[in-house]
């Protein structure tokens, strides 16, 4: 019975995987303005196989080797509105013939970050995606400054190589940061430390304004941005490119070059970048005593594409040192420089992630894997080290894509990490407990097509997370004590939201998303001086619980878009920092992590107008981005002729 039994799985399986290597599918057609304009040059995606393909002169196009399933296909030309097709196939010939329309605005996009392929206005969590183009690339030295440009985000900078992200007036460790989708862990608690990830070889942002737990469980509770990487080359070519920069403000020289190539199912690229700031120029000809940076980064990343799936693993590299703008550095720092010899912090951070899609008949796989390394150190006199730390993160996830048409997709899923941080080779200052952190999490999403214009996104989800960590000092030692920690914390999560396009021209977004963020190391066991001040953890903090509803219209017709959203944001024991009114012995002021009840209510509307008399130039009308927290309010408008 067994020997049957082990012969009928065998019989099963080789069938299984037959099936799979054998199954191939064909697109081919012709990009076109009108039946008697074809355009030459169109780029046609796919980005589930990660293959591309433009049109010949006379607008034909083909892609071939395509595994069973569902796809999203976009087609992109310069000056034409993009068109996006979804396909179910299943051993297809397919003939698919696309007319694109003329557009002066930037088309929509497919996006990734709302937890599968989709386009923007399909998504009920509203999604802003920045393109990067060269302009953006050189406005700058900071480049989270450029994120500003997408309404309902700002930062807070502590310098020009330093700033964090705020969306919708939240920021700091309630806003998740992706790279490429992965989870990014390099002590982003602090708003002295940077973002971490330099913008080159990042092809466009997305950013989800709101909460995102669903999809990527604690501290998405404010939002997420994902930094998408560059898409490979065309099959059969090979091009690079190259970057300078100068910076007057910081006298910033920056260099970037990057080289990528593709065969029919093989691509790769590599990217190397250097960057050396002064300290910054203010106005009337002063300078910020040691606001000086530099950088130097790696990025390489190697793939392949087949009828059994997309396969692709990336390693970044990461080294920063930035200047501290504090009393002991203005004092000491008699003269502007770039080079950092006293008080300055070190980051060096490695990510190598594998990311798998695999292709078994009408349901898709998605296996996932990263593991981050940061070292974090302070630098106070040369070669005096003040502390330093180590953390490591493996991050991992499966995504099931049950069967589905193209009106709906059912996903399950399941997401891990595992963290520790260590403090290595035993410097006087202990910033941070050694600690190990677990969180598990399994999550469903759903989203289903009604009447062609209504479409319904749905899920919820599960998290459990423990924080173990070890005792710092005795309770004598006031100063320096931290109790040991274990803890545990399990959440749900969930959202429900459906957009409806009135017409071609309107639509309609609702969503209602509850979310939660859990205590992170530094608010459950700080006990010291950091950088200014002196915090103050509490072990006896609670997780953050949220719940959101955003409602939002889109209109655009051919000479202006117009795009207005509002939102409401109450937040459950809320965990901030405070100062306590009181100093240290050696008068550093005493700062407390507490928590409290809040309640953000706000919106963003945006404007774009083309007004004929003036062809060629472009009038961002005002642009209002606002929030209200509490019974404070700013309100940011914007007016630019852009030609």
């Known amino acids: 019975m067994r020997r049957k039994m082990k012969k009928y799985i065998l019989v099963c399986i080789v069938a299984l995987c037959s099936h799979v290597s054998n199954s191939q599918n064909r697109i081919s057609g012709q990009v076109s303005e009108t039946a008697t304009l074809p355009l030459p040059g169109a780029t046609i995606y796919m980005p589930e196989i990660n293959k591309s393909t433009i049109t010949d002169k006379n607008g034909f196009y083909a892609i071939d080797n395509i595994p069973n399933g569902k796809f999203k296909v976009q087609f992109s030309y310069l000056g034409y509105a993009n068109a996006i097709e979804t396909l179910v196939l299943t051993n297809s010939n397919i003939t698919l013939d696309v007319n694109l329309k003329p557009t002066i605005f930037e088309a929509e996009e497919i996006v990734v970050t709302g937890g599968y392929n989709s386009t923007q206005h399909e998504n009920a969590v509203k999604i802003d995606v920045l393109k990067l183009s060269s302009t953006h690339l050189t406005a700058t030295p900071n480049f989270m400054e450029v994120l500003t440009k997408v309404p309902g985000v700002d930062m ?5 190589g330093v700033s964090k992200p705020v969306i919708r007036g939240l920021s700091m460790n309630d806003i998740l940061v992706l790279n490429n989708g992965v ?9 002295h430390h940077p973002l971490g990830i330099d913008e080159f070889g990042i092809e466009n942002v997305e950013v989800i304004k709101g909460p995102a737990s669903l999809l990527y469980g604690s501290d998405a509770i404010g939002g997420v941005i994902n930094f998408i990487k560059e898409k490979p080359a065309l099959a059969g070519t090979v091009v690079g490119d190259y970057n300078l920069q100068l910076h007057s403000n910081t006298l910033g020289v920056t260099n970037n070059l990057g080289v990528k190539g593709a065969s029919d199912n093989f691509f790769g690229g590599i990217r190397v970048g250097q960057k050396s700031n002064a300290d910054f120029l203010q106005g009337g000809g002063a300078y910020a005593p040691n606001s000086r940076f530099t950088e130097q980064s790696l990025k390489t990343n190697v793939g392949t594409s087949n009828r059994l799936g997309l396969f692709k693993v990336f390693y970044d590299y990461n080294q920063q ?7 002991e550095a203005i004092e000491a720092i008699t003269q502007r420089g770039r080079d950092n010899d006293l008080f300055y912090q070190q980051l060096n951070t490695h990510l190598l992630s594998s990311q798998n899609k695999i292709h078994l008949g009408r349901m898709k796989l998605d296996v996932n894997g990263a593991y981050q390394n940061t070292e974090l150190a302070h630098i106070a006199e040369p070669e005096e080290y003040e502390l330093q730390m180590n953390l490591a993160t493996l991050t991992y996830e499966t995504k099931l894509h049950l069967p589905s048409s193209t009106n709906a997709e059912y996903i399950l899923g399941f997401q891990g990490l595992n963290q520790k941080n260590t403090n290595i080779n035993n410097r006087e200052t202990l910033l941070l407990p050694n600690a190990q952190t677990n969180n598990y ?17 749905t899920g919820v989800r599960y998290d459990y997370k423990t924080i173990v960590s070890e005792v710092i000092g005795t309770p004598d030692e006031s100063s320096t004590y931290r109790q040991a920690l274990d803890k545990e914390f399990d959440s749900f999560s969930g959202s429900l939201g459906a957009t409806y396009n009135v017409s071609d021209a309107l639509l309609l977004r609702a969503n209602a998303a509850s979310a939660y963020r859990t205590p992170n190391l530094a608010e459950l066991t700080s006990n010291g001086q950091h950088e200014t001040r002196y915090e103050v953890g509490d072990p006896n903090l609670v997780p ?9 219209l889109h209109c655009h017709k051919d000479n202006y878009t117009f795009d207005v959203a509002g939102f409401y944001n109450r937040i459950a024991n809320y965990i901030f920092i405070s100062p306590t009114g009181q100093n240290t012995s050696t008068n550093i002021p005493i700062y407390q992590y507490q928590q409290n009840n809040s309640s953000l209510v706000g919106g963003e509307a ?3 107008c083309i007004h004929k008399p003036l062809p060629g130039y472009i009038l961002k009308q005002p642009m209002l981005r606002w929030w209200v927290n509490n019974k404070m309010g700013i309100i940011y ?4 002729l852009i030609s």
């Open 156 to 160: 807070i900078s502590k310098g020009s």
């Open 183 to 191: 989870r990014f862990e390099n002590y982003q608690y602090s708003s």
């Open 321 to 327: 040192d930035l200047g501290l703008v504090e009393d």
């Open 441 to 457: 999490s399994g999550f469903a999403l759903l989203q289903h097509s009604f009447f062609t214009r209504l479409k319904v996104q």
């Open 544 to 552: 953050e619980v949220s719940v959101e509803a955003d409602l939002s």
């Open 606 to 608: 945006a404007c774009i």
């Open 637 to 640: 408008p914007l007016c630019q």
